[in-house]
């Protein structure tokens, strides 16, 4: 490392902030300039500094963003009492990049270490499972931990069983959760069935929801129209949106379903209608106009 760049880079940067703060904010463009970074954290060590939980978490955090899981780790390992906090910015960032047998070990080694996993933890852990097996693993230690009870961690489980096509696993997931939400309903349930060609059960979901209170949103009107093939329900579809408001430009992703619904059924004059409804249509709207 060159001395006089490193002492220049600390002076620019910390003309204003202290040495943790600098640090911190030379994460900002880590995957532009990892060095400014390394060059940060040797002075902030030769200072006499010492990571603390909380800095060492939004180090892990910002780096493992940027997919610099070598970096990442360094800085838990360098903390002197990383707290699960810390593991689950590291296994957050791993979920968004990497292969899940470095997550589970790293999930593993925070329960070795003495420390509980907690609800984000259990989330990401699921959210990096690729395939069935994976699933049912995590599936088993988040009831033993206690978080499968939860909407959030139930989505996960339930997406995931119905992505790898396992219908009833998804559905006695989804049975057992204690506190389902509109994203279990909706981007689970729905969505599942739709994708598994189980089309009147996506149906029967979404009328289960209305009958039930839930609130319905753009997401999840999106959803249920994606397996229907009749236009006198899409009708009905349509107009609960104009009701609730989610369309003239508010959701553009739901008014292009609509369209996508209209003409799956024929009718080109109704979905053209909704084109010229939309305030500033993307690429799908005018691929479906075309």
């Not at 060059?39 to 180090?59: E, K, M």
């Not at 389902?180 to 089309?199: F, H, K, R």
């Not at 979404?206 to 006198?232: H, I, P, Y």
Request: proline share 3%; charged share 20%; net charge negative.
């Amino acid at each position: 490392m060159n001395e006089e760049v490193s002492t220049t880079t600390y002076q620019s940067l910390s003309a204003y902030m202290s040495l943790p703060e600098t640090l911190k904010a030379s994460t900002s463009n880590f995957s532009l300039s990892p060095n400014l970074t390394d060059q940060t954290y040797a002075l902030f060590l030769r200072s006499g500094h010492r990571l603390d939980p909380f800095l060492a978490s939004v180090l892990i955090s910002k780096i493992s963003k940027s997919g610099y899981f070598s970096h990442a780790l360094r800085f838990l390992n360098d903390a002197p009492e990383p707290d699960t906090v810390s593991y689950n910015a590291l296994i957050a960032g791993l979920a968004q990049f990497g292969p899940p047998g470095p997550i589970f070990g790293l999930f593993d080694w925070l329960r070795h270490v003495g420390l509980r996993p907690d609800g984000f933890t259990v989330s990401a852990l699921v959210k990096a499972c690729d395939g069935l097996e994976e699933n049912e693993v995590a599936h088993g230690v988040s009831l033993r931990l206690g978080f499968g009870y939860g909407g959030s961690v139930v989505s996960g489980l339930v997406e995931n069983y119905m992505r790898n096509g396992d219908v009833g696993s998804a559905e006695n997931c989804f049975g057992e959760c204690l506190v389902a939400d509109n994203v279990a309903w909706t981007a689970v349930m729905i969505s599942g069935y739709v994708w598994g060609g189980e089309l009147e059960k996506s149906k029967e979901v979404f009328g289960e929801m209305r009958r039930l209170g839930f609130e319905l949103n753009e997401f999840s009107l999106t959803a249920v129209l994606g397996g229907l093939c009749d236009e006198k329900e899409g009708e009905q579809i349509h107009g609960v949106a104009v009701k609730m408001g989610f369309l003239c430009g508010f959701s553009v992703h739901l008014s292009n379903a609509i369209m996508n619904m209209y003409s799956g059924c024929g009718s080109t004059r109704s979905a053209v209608k909704v084109f010229d409804e939309i305030t500033e249509p993307d690429v799908v709207s005018w691929t479906e106009r075309i």
